[in-house]
C-alpha cells in the first residue's frame, strides 16, 4: 500500500505486515535507525532475551524500576489482544493515535522502514516512541533468537538472558547448544549480562560467548538467587519476605534475574532500593502468564507452548491451588511445536480436552493428534473454534473444575479477546 499520511492509514500499514513473517537479520535495521538519527542512542536500554520467562522477567523489572519513581517504556511481544500491547510507557498501551503517527513518522523519514517486516517496524515505532517519552529506562524482549534479532540493532547498556530451552528448532538450531550460540549473542563488550540458571550446557556456551566480548556475567545461584521463601541474595543486597504477583515456582528464576538487573543499573546511577524491589514483585501483573480469571468454573490461561514451558505448568498444576482439582483443557497449537511431548506433558494431568486450531495461518490441524489425545486423556474431540472449544470445557468443568487454556499465546490471546468482547488486533 502507498506510505501512510495519517494515524489512521499508519495502523493500517502495519496491519498490512503479517506478524507471522519472520526475515532475521539486522542491515536493514541499521540503516533505518541511522535514518531516524539513531533514537535508540538517546535511551537506557535493558535487552532480554531467552526462551522462557522472557516477558514475565521484562514485567518484573518495569514493575521495580516504575515502584523507584522511573518513567520506563516496555516493548515486549507477541501481544493478546491488541497490538498497542507491546508498547508501554508507565505501564500503559500505546493508544491508537500515537501508534499510528509513529508509524507514519517512522516510514516518513526512513526509506528501510518502507521495507520492514511487522516486527521491525513496530521495533522502530517502539524505539521512537520511547525516545520522543523521553524514559528513564527502555526494556526491550528479544522477538527471536537474539543475533539477528531486530532488538539488537538497539545499543543496551545491560543484558539478561532467561531460561533457554528447545524452541524455534527451524531457524535457530537442532541442538540446545545451538540455540544458546544465537541468544547469548546479545551480549556486548564491557556491557553487564545477567544469566538465569541453566542446563550446564546452556551455561557453557554462554560463559563462553561472555568471555569472548568481554562482558562481565552475574549468573544465578552463583552469584544472585531467590528462593522459594522469598529471600534474595545478591550483589550486596538481602532482602527477605519478597512476594510475587505472578504465580508459579518458576517465576522465582525470572524475579531473580529482575531484582539483579535493578541491582546493575543501580550501579550505572539508577537510585532503586529494596522497597521499590518488594512493591514492584509484588505489584507485577503479565497477562497469559497462569492468569487466573474468576467465575463459575475458574480459568487459568496460560501461554505454554515449549517442552519447558509446560514442564512448568505441569509444576504448577501439582500445586496449590490446583492440586487435586480436574481440569478441563483448551488446546491449539501452531504446527512447527514438538506437539506429541506437549501432549504428553498435560494430558494425563487433564479430565478433558478440547482439540481447537488458532488464529493464525501456522495453526496445527487439531484433527490431526485426535488419536493420540485420545490415548492420553479420558475425554478429546476437536472443536471448530477456540469459542466452542470454551464453551464445552465450562460445560464439563462444572462447580468442583477449572478450565485450562494453554498450547499457544494466540489461544490465549483469542480467548481473552471472547472474554473482553472484543477481537483480536
Known amino acids: 500500500m502507498d506510505a501512510p499520511r495519517t494515524p489512521d492509514e499508519g495502523l493500517q500499514f502495519l496491519a498490512s505486515r503479517s506478524p507471522s513473517t519472520v526475515v532475521l537479520g539486522l542491515e536493514r535495521m541499521h540503516e533505518a535507525l541511522e535514518e531516524l ?32 519513581g ?13 497490538v498497542n500491547e507491546r508498547i508501554q510507557v508507565g505501564g500503559r498501551p500505546i493508544d491508537d493515535r500515537a501508534l499510528g503517527e509513529g508509524v507514519v513518522e517512522v516510514l516518513g523519514r526512513s526509506a528501510a522502514a518502507a521495507g520492514a517486516t511487522y516486527f521491525e517496524l513496530g521495533t522502530l515505532a517502539a524505539l521512537e516512541h520511547f525516545a520522543r517519552e523521553q524514559v528513564d529506562v527502555a526494556v526491550l524482549e528479544v522477538g527471536l533468537g ?14 539478561a538472558l532467561t531460561r533457554v530451552g528447545m524452541d524455534h528448532m527451524e531457524l535457530l538450531g537442532e541442538t540446545l547448544e545451538a540455540i544458546a550460540r544465537e541468544k547469548a549473542a546479545i551480549f556486548r563488550r564491557g556491557v553487564p549480562a545477567v544469566v538465569a540458571e541453566q542446563r550446564p550446557e546452556v551455561l557453557a556456551v554462554a560463559e563462553a560467548a561472555a568471555s569472548a566480548v568481554g562482558a562481565p556475567l552475574w549468573v544465578e545461584g552463583r552469584d544472585f538467587s531467590l528462593d522459594g521463601l522469598g529471600r534474595y541474595q545478591g550483589l550486596g543486597l538481602g532482602v527477605d519476605g519478597l512476594a510475587l504477583g505472578l504465580h508459579g515456582e518458576h517465576q522465582h528464576h525470572n524475579a531473580a534475574v529482575a531484582i539483579t538487573c535493578a541491582q546493575l543499573l543501580e550501579q550505572q546511577g ?23 480469571v474468576s467465575g463459575n468454573p475458574p480459568l487459568l490461561l496460560d501461554g505454554a507452548h515449549n ?3 509446560v514442564l512448568a505448568l505441569r509444576s504448577a498444576l501439582d500445586a496449590p491451588p490446583y ?13 512447527d511445536k514438538r ?3 506437549l501432549l504428553r506433558g498435560l494430558l494425563p494431568r487433564c479430565a478433558s480436552v478440547a482439540l481447537t486450531p488458532v488464529p493464525t495461518p501456522r495453526s496445527l490441524d487439531p484433527a490431526s493428534v485426535l488419536d493420540l489425545a485420545r490415548s ?7 472443536v471448530a473454534s477456540p469459542g466452542e472449544g470454551l464453551e464445552r470445557a465450562r460445560r464439563r468443568a462444572g462447580s468442583d473444575g477449572w478450565v485450562l487454556v494453554a498450547g499457544s499465546l494466540y489461544l490465549v490471546g483469542a480467548v481473552k479477546a471472547l472474554l473482553e468482547h472484543t477481537a483480536p488486533g
Not at 535511551?43 to 514493575?63: E, H, M, P, Y
Request: with cysteine.
Open 37 to 68: 538519527g539513531h533514537p535508540e542512542l538517546r535511551l537506557r536500554i535493558v535487552q532480554v532475551g531467552g526462551t522462557n520467562g522472557k516477558g514475565s522477567t521484562c514485567a518484573f523489572l518495569d514493575a521495580i524500576l516504575r515502584a523507584a
Open 70 to 82: 522511573y518513567r520506563v517504556g516496555l516493548y515486549t511481544s507477541p501481544h493478546l489482544v491488541r
Open 146 to 159: 537474539g543475533r539477528l534479532d531486530a532488538t539488537t540493532a538497539a545499543r543496551p547498556r545491560l543484558t
Open 270 to 292: 539508577l537510585s532503586v532500593g529494596p522497597e521499590a524491589v518488594r512493591a514492584g514483585l509484588q505489584r507485577t501483573r503479565w497477562p497469559g502468564r497462569l492468569e487466573q
Open 307 to 309: 517442552e519447558d514451558g
Open 323 to 335: 492440586a487435586g482439582r480436574p481440569m478441563h483443557l483448551v488446546f491449539g497449537v501452531v504446527r
Open 339 to 341: 506437539v506429541e511431548s
Open 376 to 382: 492420553l486423556c479420558p475425554v478429546a474431540e476437536v
